[in-house]
């Protein structure tokens, strides 16, 4: 390996550790914010079914079925769809600058917005159809929420901070000239 690979290779294992870290830290209260925000989100809607109990746990309990209780587990959270895009972020080229901020925390809140709305969907289809229905949604449909939230968030991310085409088709032109 070459030595130029070295300082690469140390700063990604830097920021692996810092990730990890922050992973442990923020995952409970992360959780518990993403069962309160659900819960009351469906609150919102006028659902008065769902309440937040221990933390990351809600109790759902519909009319017409036998209440449960839905857990917000680390792997149904959003943190590791954060942490992986501020991970990403750290890597694009140029400044971290006036748009790299605010293009990341837009990508984190989408990804925060579609994991709410996913687990909120959820619970929603429990309340509908039972806790079996609540679990067959949250594994086949949740996954792909989630893929969709997180490619989006990352699509987002690109899309404010790449340049606009007129200011790409300006700086073409500018090296025309130039040439």
């Known amino acids: 390996m070459r030595a130029a690979a070295w300082p690469v290779l140390i700063r990604v294992g830097c920021r692996l550790l810092v990730i990890m870290g922050c992973f442990l830290a923020l995952m409970e209260p992360v959780r518990m914010a993403e069962a309160s925000v ?8 006028g659902v008065k079914d769902v309440t937040v109990q221990l933390g990351t746990s ?12 839905a857990v917000v587990t680390p792997s149904c959270s959003c943190l590791s769809g954060l942490l992986a ?22 990508a ?4 925060v917005t579609g994991n709410v709305l996913r687990i909120a969907g959820s619970l929603a289809i429990g309340l509908v159809a039972g806790r079996a229905s609540l679990v067959l949604f ?3 449909v949740g996954s792909v929420f989630t893929f969709v939230y997180t490619l989006g968030g990352y699509l987002l991310m690109l899309y404010l901070l790449l340049p606009a085409r007129a200011e790409r088709s300006a700086s073409v032109q500018d090296l025309h000239r130039v040439a």
């Open 85 to 106: 895009l501020g991970f990403v972020a750290g890597f694009l080229p140029g400044k971290p600058g006036r748009r790299r901020l605010p293009a990341v925390f837009v």
């Open 58 to 69: 809600i109790q759902v309990a519909p009319a017409a079925h036998a209440p449960f209780r």
């Open 138 to 140: 949250h594994d086949w």
């Open 108 to 111: 984190m809140a989408a990804v």
């Open 38 to 45: 659900a819960a009351g989100f469906l609150g919102l809607l």
